[in-house]
């Protein structure tokens, strides 16, 4: 290190912010340097001064006279004898309140670094509640919209089988989904129609069921995609095309997210065929 850059260090020597590194550095450099260790010393009265709060103290009138006296006394040659000159050491440009003041704006340097790395760390921490607020708002708000799109559901179920022209369709689960059943009911005039399922297995990330009408002798025609809840239940709203009859056969299969044009994956669901 240069001797500029040990004489940085002094100031947070001073006041023992240096860590173990750095202070094994410097005392070393102390050993060798009397400039430096006398200007620690003087930062460490400074320091003194600082943490007590002393108040600088003048000397009164009466002293003040004795040492102006005092001085010029010593400063009258005497008579008959040569004066000497004698050469003084220079003095170091620093003087003590210029090192207290050094040391003043370390200390104010720390305790800024301080202060902006404590905001720092409320910021983030302020940051993250608001991220996991906005994600539970959010999950709350998708919750209750599933819960709306549920009750209009049941409620297009309940008018389906209540209504004169309605009739159902019972789907009973294959050797992929044995555990599976649903219901789909419509109005024979609109065509409209509900599934109603229980017990499919979780849908894949990367999947979606899709239901299929078959009509007798025909290639399967494509409905509507769906995922189901944990628990294996869902209510899709759908209409039967009108190439599909009165009373096809009702699929379900598993397809990739945006559908199929025709079943690729075994079925899961399926009525009867007529």
């Not at 050993?31 to 009164?60: F, G, Q, T």
């Not at 940051?127 to 999950?139: F, I, K, T, W, Y």
């Not at 078959?214 to 899709?236: C, E, M, N, Y």
């Not at 044009?261 to 009525?271: E, G, H, K, Q």
Request: net charge neutral; hydrophobic share 45%; aromatic share 4%.
């Amino acid at each position: 290190m240069e001797h500029s850059e040990y004489q940085e260090l002094l100031a947070l020597q001073a006041m023992e912010v240096l860590d173990a590194h750095q202070a094994r550095s410097l005392r070393a450099h102390l050993e060798s340097c009397a400039d430096c260790s006398r200007e620690l010393a003087e930062l460490r009265d400074a320091a003194a001064l600082l943490a007590h709060e002393a108040e600088p103290a003048m000397p009164s009138d009466e002293v003040r006279e004795r040492i102006l006296r005092g001085l010029q006394t010593e400063s009258r040659p005497i008579v008959g004898q040569p004066s000497k000159v004698l050469s003084l050491p220079a003095r170091r440009p620093s003087s003590f309140w210029q090192t207290t003041l050094r040391l003043a704006a370390a200390v104010a340097f720390v305790a800024l670094l301080l202060g902006i790395a404590i905001l720092w760390r409320r910021d983030v921490a302020s940051r993250r509640q608001m991220d996991e607020l906005a994600r539970q708002v959010n999950r709350q708000q998708r919750e209750l919209q599933i819960g709306r799109d549920n009750q209009a559901r049941q409620g297009e179920a309940l008018a389906l089988l209540s209504s004169p022209d309605g009739s159902r369709i019972a789907l009973a689960g294959t050797e992929t989904a044995k555990t599976a059943h649903a219901t789909f009911v419509y109005d024979q005039k609109s065509r409209h129609g509900m599934l109603m399922i229980e017990g499919l297995p979780a849908t894949p990330s990367d999947k979606a069921y899709q239901m299929w009408f078959i009509p007798k002798g025909l290639a399967p025609i494509p409905g509507g995609t769906f995922t189901v809840s944990a628990d294996g239940r869902a209510l899709v709203s759908d209409n039967i095309p009108v190439q599909a009859g009165f009373a096809p056969v009702v699929a379900i299969t598993l397809e990739p997210q945006s559908g199929s044009a025709a079943p690729t994956m075994p079925i899961y669901l399926a009525s009867p065929a007529s």
